[in-house]
Nanobody, 127 residues
Framework: QVQLVVSGGGLVQAGGSLRLSCAAS????????MGWFRQASAKEREVLTA????????YYAISVKGRFTISRDNAKNTVYLQMNNLKPEDTAVYYC????????????????????WGQGTQVTVSS
C-alpha cells in the first residue's frame, strides 16, 4: 500500500506561481511512476504531467508544457509540481497519483494507469 499526501494548493493571481507537493509513504521502493492530474468543475479529470521514479522519462500535456514542471526527490519520496504563469483556466482540484506498473521508457498518461491517488488540493487562479 502507498499513501499519497498532497499539499500546496491555494489562491493565486493570474501570472503567479504555486508549487504542489505529493509525499508518498508506505511501500514506495518499487514504485514506477507518479503523475499529476486535475479536475475542473463540470469537467473530466485530465492528466497534466508524469514522471518515472527514475526520472528518465517525463510527459507534459500541451496545456501545461512550458509552464508546469514536474520533479521528484527520491530521498524524500516526494514529487513536486511547479506551476508558473498560472491562468484562470488552471483553476481546478489537483491530484497526484502513483503506479507500480509500467513499461520501460513510458509513463502512464491516463488515470486508469494509476492505482494510488492522493487527496485533491484546490488551486484557484483569479483574473
Amino acid at each position: 500500500q502507498v499513501q499519497l499526501v498532497v499539499s500546496g494548493g491555494g489562491l493565486v493571481q493570474a501570472g503567479g506561481s504555486l508549487r504542489l507537493s505529493c509525499a508518498a509513504s508506505g511501500r514506495t521502493f518499487s514504485m514506477y511512476a507518479m503523475g499529476w492530474f486535475r479536475q475542473a468543475s463540470a469537467k473530466e479529470r485530465e492528466v497534466l504531467t508524469a514522471i518515472t521514479w527514475s526520472g528518465d522519462t517525463t510527459y507534459y500535456a500541451i496545456s501545461v508544457k512550458g509552464r508546469f514542471t514536474i520533479s521528484r526527490d527520491n530521498a524524500k519520496n516526494t514529487v513536486y509540481l511547479q506551476m508558473n504563469n498560472l491562468k484562470p483556466e488552471d483553476t481546478a482540484v489537483y491530484y497526484c497519483a502513483a503506479t507500480f506498473r509500467g513499461k520501460f521508457g513510458v509513463v502512464p498518461t491516463t488515470d486508469g494507469g494509476y492505482e494510488y491517488w492522493g487527496q485533491g488540493t484546490q488551486v484557484t487562479v483569479s483574473s
